[in-house]
């Protein structure tokens, strides 16, 4: 068998500093890893008491129960590479989301819709936002190499996928209600 080596991976041993490197710019990620999982997490939880529709009450209160879950697991991926999470970019998120409640308002009055449609709207945003955020760190942990990030949020973006689906469907749903018959839901 023939030894051709432009068709053999190559290997480079990475120094400490290199890794070190590699490490904080992982850090700075999960930072925003961390702010987008807070930001919807505290929209999530100023919505839920929002809403009258039991099922959509239900949905969203499970979602929650899981955004609880989420920002722990944005948490272990610091522990994961050695670092701190950071409290700051928890309030920072917690901010960022009662903002874009106001934002949901705005848009609610702009647009002629009643009721807590418009944090629903919002809700899909920031979910979204977040569901990206833990899928970039997914990628990251693979380049790093780290298996046990994987660990951490491949499940993330599982389940945030299919509460993106399911806010999206809400959202939909109640649209109609809320812009053309100005009733809550």
Not at 13 to 21: G, K, V
Not at 73 to 96: H, M, N, Q, V, Y
Request: with cysteine; glycine share 4%.
């Amino acid at each position: 068998m023939e030894n051709n080596l432009s068709k053999q991976p190559i290997l480079i041993e990475l120094d400490l500093e290199c890794r070190e490197e590699h490490y904080s710019r992982a850090e700075a990620w999960f930072k925003n890893v961390q702010f987008t999982q807070a930001s919807f997490r505290q929209l999530l939880e100023d919505t839920v008491p929002k809403i009258e529709e039991p099922h959509i009450k239900d949905y969203l209160s499970t979602m929650l129960a899981e955004a609880i879950e989420h920002e722990s697991k944005a948490e272990d991926l610091f522990r994961i590479i050695g670092r701190k999470p950071s409290a700051i970019r928890t309030t920072l998120g917690d901010f960022l989301g009662k903002s874009r409640e106001v934002w949901a308002d705005v848009i609610a009055l702009a647009g002629g819709a009643k009721g807590p449609w418009q944090d629903l709207q919002q809700l899909y945003v920031s979910n979204l936002n977040s569901m990206s955020a833990f899928a970039v760190a997914e990628q990251l942990g693979l380049a790093l190499g780290i298996p046990r990030i994987l660990d951490v949020t491949f499940g993330v973006v599982a389940e945030k996928s299919t509460s993106q689906l399911l806010l999206q469907e809400c959202a939909l749903e109640m649209c109609s209600k809320s812009i053309l018959y100005k009733q809550p839901f």
